[in-house]
Every structure is written in C-alpha cells, then in structure tokens.
C-alpha cells in the first residue's frame, strides 16, 4: 500500500506536513478530510527518494530509540496517574528532537478534541509513528491495557535500535580504514604521480605498462574529476537504497518480534500478518507475509504458507508450528526472533574482524602497487646510466 505525501491545516489551524497510507490518492484524500484537515496542496504518491532514501531536508528523522524512550516514559507519568493529555505534554516538552517533539503536541491537541489516542498519532503518518504502534496503541484502547501495549512497542524498538547501533558500531573502522585508502590514493594519484609523469616524459624512454596505465589514471581524476564525484554519489546512492532492502537473519529476527508484540497485544493473526507485511521494505517477503494473511484467512495454519513460500527457514516454519499445537504462538515467535537476532549479532562481528584485516591487505596492496610503478622507471634510467659509464 502506497504511501502520500500531504500539506494540510488540522482544526487547531496549525500547518501540517506528512504521510499517509491509502489505497489510492482519492481515498487518501478522503481520509485526511474525515480526519478534520483542510488540504492547502495537492496530495502526492510518496516517490522513490523520499521513501528509500529518507531525503527529509530540514525536518530530523524519528528514530527508533527516540520512539523508546517516548513509549518507556509514557508508561512511567500514565502508570503514576497522570492523564493521557498531560502525559502527552509532558513528553513533549522534554522531548529533543523537534520532529516528534511536533507531533506528540499535535496529538495532545487532537486527543483533547475527543480523539483517540491511536488516531491522534494515525494523523502524525507512519513516518514518525510505524503502523505496528499505532495498531498496538489502539489494541491497548480497546482492551483497557494502554500501558502494556507502549511497553511492549518499546521493547521492539528498544532491540530494533539496539540491532541498528550494532550494525552502524561495526562499521565504523571499516568505514575510516576505506576513506583512509581512498584519501591516499587520491593524494598520491593527483599531487604526487603528475610529478613523476613530467620527469618520465622527459627521459623519453617508453613507460612499463603498469606505470603508463597509473599516469593515464592520474591524467584522468586531473581531468576529469568530476566524473569521479558523479561516481562516488551514485555508489553513496546505491549503498543507501541496498540498505533499504531487509534479507537474510535481520528480516527474519524483525518478522518474528513484530507479529509476537502485535499477537500478544490481542490483535487478531490475519490483522498482524498484514500489519507485519506493511513494515517490510523487501517486496518478496512483503509478498509473502500477505500472501500467508491470505491462506490463514481461508482457515489453514500460519506455518504452511510460510513453508510454502520457500522464503523462510525450516527453524521458524517449525516453531510457528509448535506454538499452533501447543497454543503458545508468543513465546514460539519471540524465542525465534532472539535467535535471529543473536545471528545477526554474531555475524556482524565475524565479518568485521574478517573484513579489518582485509582492508588493511588491500590497502597496503594499492599503496605498494602505485609505489612499486613509480620506481619501475627510475630503477630503468639508473640501469640505463649505469650501462652507458
């Protein structure tokens, strides 16, 4: 389901900018109007580079760990007796960053009004607030347990960041080693090789192949440069929308840990499979996860299509099994999703302490090849001196 971008005026006149979920522009638009905004601009399909690439100039990014300590401190002033309004605008208040601090008011603002609390944060859009918190929030209305429904959504985001800072920790020094190389090599191929290149044109000796092919690169980057920013941003580019992409242990650890904390909320399984299905970025296990939502809609089990699908491992399909035997799906899927979630811890750092000394090979590798070409020629004149004394 496709996701629009809006600019509209809410019913306390203040500017709203965001996104909403819909099957259609048109239904979007209807929507919004029920909701009580006033569009003030055209709605439009969220396009590729706002939606991979998160280009949100001037507005900063929600992340998950700012969702978690908003959900832990919810619970923390509620639990003490405090209303939800006042919660709300406590929250906000201490709240760093502007983005979320604008949105917990406006939904202050729009629960005041009446509004349920799942509402007031529906109208913020799923960039700020995911539709699994909203679809726990309005659970946890229904059921009379608010508070247990933030708990458990802070939980999911707490190890959603916790994955996400493990990740970004084991790449830093890969990062540096590989800006290093590229900083030398680059120094080396336009200040130092167009030096060697003017002393070897006037020996007017014929280069080795490896040296002419390294003055024909620096005559390049000298030259041409530009083209190498072009370059470096279209793999800056695609390593963003790489990263949007969700394969292998990660996806399978975050399938897992969603549909458990929407199950154990009372949510029932053929509305979870869809709300899991819409916090997936990889349409193949996208499609999969509806495509189950629609096979346990007809009656069959939940481990059927999954097997079926061929997407996911013989280990979940079999726990999401057991737990339908025994009746104890939330304890299957949350076992599960701490098994793939250590795999992506121990993975991480086996291939970051393969990858350190890699790098290291690789770049002591480039340096001695570039240095190695400069000498070639000079050991050639030496050579040549030497024969003619």
């Keep these: 389901m496709p996701n629009y971008k809006f600019t509209a005026v809410n019913q306390a006149g203040e500017k709203i900018s965001s996104k909403i979920e819909a099957d259609d522009a048109v239904l979007a638009q209807e929507m919004l109007r029920t909701q009580g905004y006033t569009m003030i601009e055209n709605i439009k399909e969220e396009s590729l580079f706002d939606k991979d690439l998160n280009f949100n100039f ?95 959504v802070g939980v999911q985001f707490e190890k959603q960041q916790r994955l996400n800072g493990l990740v970004k920790k084991s790449l830093m020094y890969p990062i540096a080693l590989i800006v290093i190389i590229i900083a030398v090599v680059a120094a080396m191929m336009i200040l130092v090789i167009p030096t060697f290149s003017d002393m070897y044109a006037d020996m007017g000796q014929k280069l080795p192949l490896i040296t002419q ?19 470096v941003v279209a793999i800056v580019v695609g390593i963003k929308l790489f990263k949007s992409t969700e394969i292998g242990t990660y996806f399978f650890g975050n399938f897992a840990r969603t549909l458990s904390t929407l199950t154990a909320s009372g949510i029932a399984m053929i509305d979870a499979l869809e709300i899991t299905a819409k916090t997936m970025k990889n349409p193949y296990f996208k499609d999969a996860v509806l495509e189950a939502k629609e096979k346990v809609a007809q009656g069959r089990p939940l481990s059927e299509p999954l097997e ?40 991480t750092q086996s291939v970051t302490a393969l990858i350190e000394p890699l790098i290291v090979v690789v770049m002591a590798g480039i340096v001695g090849t570039i240095i190695m070409a400069i000498l070639i020629p000079m050991f050639g004149m030496y050579s040549l001196a030497d024969g003619e004394e």
């Design 308 to 347: 079926a699908s061929g997407v996911f491992p013989k280990m979940i399909v079999h726990m999401i099994s057991i737990g339908e035997e025994t009746g104890n799906m939330e304890d299957m899927l949350n076992t599960a999703a701490s098994y793939y979630e250590e795999e992506v811890e121990v993975t």
């Design 213 to 231: 092919l390294l003055v024909d690169i620096s005559d390049f980057l000298v030259a041409k440069w530009y083209i190498v920013i072009i370059a």
């Design 58 to 152: 001037g507005k900063k990014k929600v992340t998950p760990r700012d969702l978690s300590v908003f959900c832990r401190q919810f619970v923390s002033i509620t639990t003490a007796g405090v209303t939800i309004v006042d919660a709300l605008e406590m929250l906000a208040m201490q709240t760093e960053n502007p983005t979320l601090q604008a949105a917990i008011m406006d939904t202050s603002t729009s629960v005041k009004k009446g509004e349920t609390l799942a509402n007031g944060l529906k109208r913020q859009g799923t960039d700020i607030f995911p539709a699994v918190m909203i679809n726990m929030v309005e659970a946890g209305e229904a059921s009379g347990n608010l508070e247990t429904a933030f708990d458990r």
